[in-house]
C-alpha cells in the first residue's frame, strides 16, 4: 500500500515539473500584458507567412468560384 502512495507523490512531482513552464509563460505573459491570453488581437503585426497565405487563400477562391 506504501508504494502506491509513493507512486503517487512520484507522480504529482513530475506532473508539478512539466508544468511548470506553461504557468510561468502564462504569468509572465500576462504581466507583461494587460489582455488574457484569450484576447489577444492578431494581424496587428504584418508577416510575410500571413500575406502568402491569404494570396494562397484568395487564389483558391477565386479558381473555385469560376468552376
Not at 500576462?30 to 507567412?49: F, K, R
Amino acid at each position: 500500500m506504501s508504494s502506491v502512495i509513493v507512486l503517487f507523490i512520484v507522480m504529482l512531482v513530475i506532473a508539478a515539473a512539466a508544468f511548470a513552464p506553461l504557468g510561468f509563460f502564462i504569468y509572465r505573459f500576462n504581466q507583461n500584458s494587460d489582455q488574457p491570453l484569450g484576447e489577444v488581437q492578431h494581424g496587428d503585426h504584418p508577416s510575410a507567412i500571413n500575406d502568402f497565405a491569404e494570396s494562397v487563400i484568395k487564389f483558391v477562391q477565386s479558381r473555385l468560384g469560376k468552376k
